[in-house]
């Protein structure tokens, strides 16, 4: 039976409200959670439900704006006032995040590394509700600017879950001087560094900080190597921790980073290895005698190899960190106010680990460039999509979200989308139709053509799928979805020529385990927050 802990912000011991799979059973009509004021509502019930509400809610939009003698139902339900997009624009693309899956991705985590604490990127989606959540269930941060911090000390405001001094590492080896002032004044003491200049601006900024070296590791096996820019050298390591010493600065701890989405999780014994190295060294009097308690293992982590990268993850804490294992039974939770303790803490940065899979996008298509009418020549079945021979768009699609929106995750993050069917013809009742050529999810029996999916912008660079298949009847109205779109998408969309950002519907999940830990976590943040729930 999973279990997660909601710290309890109105004291600084590690009081813990417990809730267990069977405590809460959510409704099963549509109920909306109105838990921060300045934050949209919340809705129950899978996220399939909410695309296709919030699509019917689009076209009744559009059909009312062009046929003004059929105006829009003036009481529209809950799930129609809350799941409908952008009324300025009844086509506008949409995500719907399903919060109970970031609350089973944290039911792993405690599972199989309970005595590493996420402090969760911030970066990867700064999404308001995701952080209330974290910070419910007691994560850190990871910030990497001062936009960020102020963004997660404003949690104090509706949870008051987030302690600055233990619960934000400022992991930004490269900071202006101004942000390290900042930092200072909100008390935010841990921060990284990885070189001599870094030194001598916390020196003379704030000399009171706890300072983690960061340092260099292969990042060869990740989607976005960092290595490039950051960590540094272990040559470099002696000399900078002397200079530390000399300038009468604490360096409490090591951090390292393999690269943000790594397929290969054996990287993270040499690093850890590399980190014990410079524990050692640094506990040696001619390098300053500084005893560091502090390792954070940076991010990384891809959910379908998580498992696999936890273990190696383990072992390599138990071989080269053995102070750090906890006891049986107990996590990191157990240890969270514990500041006497000389016992190394272990800490993480994950990211897309958390969101990806909770958010999903909506987007319609707006317009067509192909045959008028598909020969047998034009369409291919199953059998035919699946032969190995060089296929090129017949149809190009252009749908209402693009590179500069949510889709920036495919030039930055180097991401390859997927789309499918979710409306053809108003009709909802349509088989995932989505397939890369020799793919198996072709729906058999139905007409396919090989096609590229276009943003909206006039930028040709807006370029969504190269090539995939889909049906041949997909018009101009209908509705494509999109998986796995929660890590490094809307946190760096942008306006250019005038599209808006699009917006987010929320839901705490279906009917079952998870959406009820993820219901009860938000309730009892509203409840702290003072908010009732509707």
């Known amino acids: 039976m999973s279990q997660v802990e909601v710290l309890h912000p109105a004291s600084t011991h590690h009081h813990a409200v417990r809730v267990t799979a069977d405590d809460h059973i959510p409704p099963t009509q ?107 269930l007691g994560c850190g941060f990871d910030c990497a600017s001062n936009g960020e911090i102020s963004q997660v000390l404003s949690l104090n405001n509706s949870s008051s879950a987030v302690n600055p ?22 008390g935010v003491q841990l921060m990284t560094f990885d070189n001599s200049d870094e030194l001598y601006k916390i020196h003379k900024s704030y000399p ?25 050298a272990m040559d470099a390591v002696p000399g900078l921790l002397k200079l530390a010493k000399s300038l009468g600065l604490s360096i409490v701890g090591v951090s390292f980073h393999v690269g943000s989405g790594c397929y290969d999780p054996s990287v993270y014994t ?56 906890l006891n049986d039974g107990e996590t990191w939770l157990d240890h969270i106010e514990d500041n006497t303790s000389r ?30 009418s598909p020969t047998e020549d034009d369409s291919f079945g199953q059998d035919e999509a699946d032969k190995d021979k060089e296929v090129k768009p017949k149809v190009m699609y252009y749908i209402n979200d693009g590179v500069y929106g949510a889709f920036n995750c495919i030039l930055f993050d180097h991401q390859v989308v997927h789309p499918y069917v979710l409306s053809l013809g108003g009709s909802f009742h349509v088989p995932s139709s989505s397939a890369t050529q020799n793919s198996d999810l072709i729906p058999t029996g139905m007409a396919l053509l090989p096609c590229s999916v276009w943003g909206p912008t006039c930028d040709s660079i807006d370029l969504i799928c190269p090539l995939t298949y889909l049906p041949s009847s ?59 729930p509707a």
Not at 62 to 72: C, G, K, Q, T, V
Not at 272 to 297: K, Y
Request: net charge neutral; aromatic share 10%.
């Open 270 to 325: 040499a690093a850890i290895r590399s980190a014990r190295e410079v524990f050692d060294l640094a506990a040696m009097p001619e390098n300053g005698g500084f005893e560091m308690d502090l390792l954070d293992i940076g991010g990384g982590f891809e959910d379908e190899s998580f498992e696999e990268a936890a273990e190696v993850v383990n072992t390599a804490l138990k071989e080269f960190f053995p102070d750090s294992i």
């Open 474 to 532: 997909l018009a101009v109205g209908d509705w494509l979805g999109f998986d796995n779109m929660g890590a490094y998408t809307v946190c760096a969309a942008s306006r250019f020529n005038g599209f808006d950002v699009s917006r987010v519907v929320y839901t705490v999940g279906e009917v079952g385990r998870d959406s009820g830990l993820a219901e009860e976590v938000l309730k009892a943040l509203g409840k702290w927050a003072g908010a009732t």
């Open 343 to 372: 016992r190394v803490k272990v800490i993480a940065e994950p990211g897309r680990f958390y969101v990806s899979r909770a958010f999903k996008l909506a987007a319609c298509v707006i317009a067509r460039r192909g045959p008028s």
């Open 30 to 136: 549509p109920l909306q959670l109105n838990l921060f004021p300045d934050l949209p509502s919340l809705l129950t019930g899978h996220p399939s439900v909410h695309l296709r509400q919030g699509i019917i809610n689009a076209s009744t939009c559009l059909s009312s704006d062009m046929e003004s003698a059929f105006p829009r139902d003036p009481t529209p339900s809950v799930a129609q006032e809350s799941s409908a997009p952008n009324q300025g624009h009844a086509e506008g693309a949409f995500f719907v995040c399903d919060l109970s899956v970031v609350c089973q991705q944290h039911v792993r985590w405690m599972k199989v590394l309970p005595g590493v604490r996420p402090f969760y990127a911030v970066k990867c989606n700064p999404d308001p509700y995701v952080l209330r959540l974290l910070a419910s």
């Open 165 to 186: 001094a233990s619960s934000i590492i400022f992991a930004n080896p490269c900071k202006p001087t101004s942000f390290i002032h900042s930092s200072r004044r909100a």
């Open 208 to 232: 009171q900080a706890k300072l983690v070296l960061r340092i260099l590791t292969d990042s060869s096996k990740a989607l976005c190597p960092l290595s490039l820019k950051f960590g540094a």
